[in-house]
């Protein structure tokens, strides 16, 4: 497996080795020990989770404010531009985001550690996106932060307007967010 770091330290590009032939191919998804190693910690994953999104759709950015949840995501069908915001008030990339495109044909995986935002932007006609999880979805804790907040610049490989949930669309910015959270 080739372990790339990116400019959010706890962030990390996991891409595995794929053996393919003719007759298709094979390639580890997940490796408890392998995983530890990539991301220099024991990580215990709760739930899996399956999403099936049209192109142009974006999800996100989203966390929760207890119960946060660490996420092992990658796409098994289309492609997508992945992201993840630091929202870690002490951390020295804190506002920062890192963008990597997965997809069915790299089968890259992005480790998302817990305490950071997350979302995804479809590029493909759609796309089926799996992520496993540190802790379990909790609705009642889960927030979002805006997918264009200018304080956070995140740049979107987009042609017009995303589509997005409601909840998305009415989602405040990154600082907003976090001040009413700490309220």
Do not use: C
């Amino acid at each position: 497996m080739k372990i790339s770091p990116t400019s959010i330290s706890d962030v990390v590009l996991l891409e595995p080795k794929v053996f393919g032939d003719s007759r298709g191919f094979f390639f580890e998804s997940y490796n408890e020990d392998a995983f530890r190693q990539a991301v220099g910690q024991e990580v215990r994953f709760v739930q899996d989770n399956h999403s099936r999104s049209a192109r142009g759709v974006l999800r996100g950015l989203h966390y929760q404010v207890k119960q946060p949840q660490g996420k092992l995501v990658r796409v098994v069908r289309g492609t997508v531009f992945d992201v993840a915001v630091d929202i870690r008030p002490a951390s020295p990339t804190f506002g920062k985001w890192v963008g990597v495109e997965l997809s069915e044909d790299n089968h890259r995986q992005l480790w998302v550690p817990p305490g950071l935002a997350h979302g995804f932007l479809v590029l493909s006609e759609s796309a089926d996106f799996l992520y496993k999880t540190t802790d379990y979805y909790a609705p009642q804790y889960e927030r979002s932060i805006a997918w264009n907040d200018p304080a956070i610049g995140i740049r979107w490989p987009l042609n017009g307007e995303p589509t997005l949930s409601a909840k998305d669309a009415a989602a405040p910015t990154m600082a907003d967010g976090l001040r009413r959270d700490a309220e």
